[in-house]
């Protein structure tokens, strides 16, 4: 009896190149855009919960309304540039961590398949030389 198989997927090799070829468009246009902090720049500058995204939104509506609040030390067309470039990213990161998550849910499925199909061959093969089958 077969082992039960979870999963069944191939790639075609124009499929994968097509796949590179895409990553490899999207590398480019993000280079010189994005950054690569280091785990103690994560923790120093955090992520904005949504309640903060709210303060975001509104501290920005009051700009907007009231120009003539906004103190001198704050580049206003440099937070609004900010502002735009954080929303162009935001649901692009939602797709691609959702991709991501496929993908890795995917490869656990593949790999469980191959170590549960790999122990049943080594307990067979220790079956067989128990059974001194020649070769085992």
Known sequence: MALENLISIEFTQEELTNLDA????????????????TP???QQ??????QNKLIVDKAKSHMEQHP????SFIDKA???KDYVARMQIEGR?????NLTQQLLDTKTLLDHDNYTNTLSFYRTMRYL?????AGA
């Not at 030389?129 to 089958?133: I, P």
Request: aromatic content about 8%.
């Open 68 to 71: 003539n609040w906004v103190p």
């Open 22 to 37: 895409h990553l490899d468009g999207i590398q480019q246009i993000l280079a010189g855009k994005t950054v690569n902090l």
């Open 40 to 42: 103690e720049q994560r």
């Open 45 to 50: 500058y955090g992520r904005i919960a949504n």
């Open 129 to 133: 030389a128990g059974e001194n089958e």
């Open 93 to 97: 990161v939602q797709m691609l961590e």
């Open 78 to 80: 440099e937070f609004d």
